[in-house]
């Protein structure tokens, strides 16, 4: 999947973009106060789409 696509899906579910990292940017879902990394790859891989969507409270894509 898209990084843009993944963080376009999560915004609409509610994550807010808490910080830039440096290889990273790290989302925060303020519903269950849950956050994780989103790594700045083109291509996020399908396994990782679905544990970082588990780690925020938010259904998969």
């Known amino acids: ?13 509610g994550c807010l973009l808490l910080r830039e990292g440096g290889k990273h ?3 925060y879902n303020p519903a ?9 790859h083109r291509e996020v891989v399908d396994v990782l789409v679905r544990k970082i ?9």
């Open 32 to 40: 269950n106060r849950q956050t994780s990394t989103i790594p700045r």
């Open 53 to 61: 969507c588990r780690d925020l409270g938010v259904l998969p894509p």
């Open 1 to 13: 999947m898209k990084r843009r696509d993944l963080i376009k899906h999560l915004v609409k579910q």
């Open 25 to 27: 940017t790290v989302y």
